[in-house]
Nanobody, 134 residues
Framework: EVQLVQTGGGSVSAGGSLTLSCRLT????????MAWFRQVAGKEREGVAY????????YADSVKGQGRFTVSRDVANTLYLQMNSLKPEDSATYYC???????????????????????????WGQGTQVTVSS
């Protein structure tokens, strides 16, 4: 059974940093997409970053180019979200998600792991609250 277990989060003052982690277990898939989303009460869940199992990484427009959010993954399939220079508007419940993908053929570029709606990912972590105070 695929499970995503999140750790991290909490409260921090504006300008501070937090790191979230999400460990993928129970997956028999060699090819998959892991992603970070965030959601503010009353609003839709929005994507933050998407990482293909090959390591190909794409950031959503909401955070791209700011240099404040960095996503990485270790060999144990734990996905990290390092958040620096946090702002009050970054306050949200952060979720990680995963979706199995077709295995790539030799030389085939990664696909199927790009900014898109939450409905495209099947497995979800339990969510963790991030609160940034001004």
């Amino acid at each position: 059974e695929v499970q995503l277990v999140q750790t991290g989060g909490g409260s921090v003052s504006a300008g501070g940093s937090l790191t979230l982690s999400c460990r993928l277990t129970g997956s028999e898939y060699n090819s998959f997409c892991m992603a970070w989303f965030r959601q503010v009460a009353g609003k839709e869940r929005e994507g933050v970053a998407y990482m293909h199992s090959t390591g190909s990484l794409k950031y959503a427009d909401s955070v791209k180019g700011q240099g404040r959010f960095t996503v990485s993954r270790d060999v144990a399939n734990t996905l990290y979200l390092q958040m620096n220079s946090l702002k009050p508007e970054d306050s949200a419940t952060y979720y990680c998600a995963a979706e199995p993908l077709p295995e790539l053929l030799d030389g085939e570029p990664p696909s199927g792991c790009s900014p898109g709606p939450a409905s495209e990912l099947r497995y979800w972590g339990q969510g963790t609250q991030v609160t940034v105070s001004s």
